[in-house]
């Protein structure tokens, strides 16, 4: 494809919900002698969000910056990046063709008739085509990278995806949905970023297909997706329709509409006619300003938070090291209170030990006067008051000795040390 006698970047991205037929339509799309089909990317969306912030830190001083200081604005900036991008994946070719060729040889069971990424050597393929799902959600930035580039969105039933996304086990990584809720969410999210999409930029660029009338009429669905493209139609696209390609289930197993075990809830309800609105909507002829903002707003979030993210995280772990800090400084308050209360503890338990023993000591005095008494005096009726008061003495001595000043006062003092030091230790 030339404009104006030169190359014009304009790649093909398929988008859509996952199990929506991406990946059937990419290789449809790659049969065509100027279409190379790819595999799926997943890297380009997050690589333009990513290009916009740097150019936004490249620029963030004006004048004193050096995108800015030379005159470098973002749009010049994402498209040349496009342009690098579009030259690599299209002058690696053949390394694709050999590592498609080696697999075949390595497992023959891996060849399908109908799906080659060249037919022929004289294919001219100067156009590429990535099937990559979760670009529904960067559009915006994908055209910043590739202004020229054409989005085919293929639309397929809200319950009929839900069900196949329940029932998809890829090869690496976990399931794509783990609740019927979490598939119809899912299929919501991208499919009205692909609605959005074709209202932002209009026919010119977004292209919606029916999985319906893909499965229904082959040939006639592609007519008109190569028109869009402005490529002419080749029979030969139509072949690989005739395989399954990472379908969730065989010919007898897959399930009708709406067979979904949660196909009632209202998160499916409100997909169905989500579904019902954007089939009755055609993807206007001209964009609509008002969804444009709103494509481009979430695209400069995305892009804000990318530019943010080292000095976000940055503030975080400030934040997290002052907090640390005063959890430390309040620790070790406690930790100094509770000293000064055991040091307080240890000063009131010493002074009271010492009454206790001059107490002791008078108590033993007057058990010895006492018994001297006593010993002197020769009316009955005093020798007895003498002789109970000595032993009321020697009694109360005794059990300040034992009970007082050994086991009243010697437990709670450890108890109020090791508080803090446990916490301490915790």
């Not at 393929?125 to 979760?134: F, I």
């Not at 040091?343 to 033993?364: D, H, P, Y």
């Not at 006492?370 to 010993?375: D, E, P, R, S």
């Not at 005093?382 to 000043?405: C, E, K, N, P, Q």
Request: aromatic share 8%; net charge negative; charged share 20%.
């Amino acid at each position: 494809m030339k404009v104006n006698g030169e190359h014009a970047v304009a790649p093909i991205f398929v988008v859509g919900a996952p199990r929506s037929g991406t990946s059937i339509l990419t290789w449809c799309l790659g049969q065509h002698p100027n279409i190379l089909p790819t595999e799926e990317s997943d890297w380009l969306g997050p690589f333009a969000v990513q290009a916009a912030a740097h150019h936004a830190r490249g620029s963030a001083r004006g004048e004193r910056s050096q995108l800015s200081a030379l005159g470098i604005e973002r749009p010049e900036f994402l498209e040349n990046f496009g342009r690098a991008i579009d030259s690599m994946t299209l002058g690696h070719r053949g390394t694709l063709e050999r590592l498609n060729h080696a697999v075949a040889e390595r497992d023959p069971t891996q060849v399908r008739a109908g799906l080659s990424v060249s037919r022929s050597a004289t294919d001219p393929k100067a156009r590429w085509v990535d099937g990559t799902p979760e670009y529904s959600l960067y559009i915006c930035g994908l055209h910043q990278l590739f202004p020229m580039a054409k989005f085919i969105h293929i639309l397929r039933d809200p319950d009929e995806v839900a069900a196949s996304m329940l029932a998809f086990h890829p090869e690496h990584g976990g399931p794509l949905a783990t609740s019927a809720d979490e598939a119809y969410a899912y299929w919501e999210r991208t499919t009205a970023a692909c609605a959005l999409a074709a209202q932002a930029l209009g026919a010119q660029f977004v292209h919606r297909l029916r999985h319906a009338d893909l499965a229904a009429q082959p040939a006639a669905a592609l007519r008109g997706v190569f028109e869009f493209l402005g490529e002419e139609f080749a029979a030969e696209c139509v072949a690989p329709l005739a395989h399954r390609i990472n379908s969730s289930f065989s010919a007898d197993t897959r399930p009708a509409a709406g067979g979904s075990p949660l196909a009632a809830t209202e998160r499916a309800e409100h997909a169905r006619q989500l579904c019902e609105r954007i089939r009755a909507e055609p993807v206007p002829m001209t964009p609509s300003p008002q969804a444009q903002a709103e494509m481009e707003a979430d695209f400069e979030a995305r892009v804000h938070r990318a530019a943010n993210l080292d000095e976000d995280f940055a503030n975080t772990q400030r934040l997290f090291e002052a907090l640390q800090q005063t959890a430390m400084g309040t620790q070790a308050c406690e930790l100094e209170q509770a000293k000064v209360l055991a040091n307080e503890k240890t000063r009131q338990l010493a002074a009271t030990r010492r009454a206790l023993a001059i107490c002791g000591i008078v108590f033993a005095l007057q058990a010895t006067c006492a018994v001297g008494v006593y010993l002197l005096t020769s009316a009955a009726d005093a020798r007895a008051v003498w002789l109970a008061f000595a032993g009321v003495s020697a009694l109360i001595y005794a059990w300040l000795r034992r009970a007082g000043l050994r086991q009243l006062f010697a437990r709670p003092l450890p108890t109020i040390v090791a508080a803090p030091e446990s916490r301490e230790r915790t």
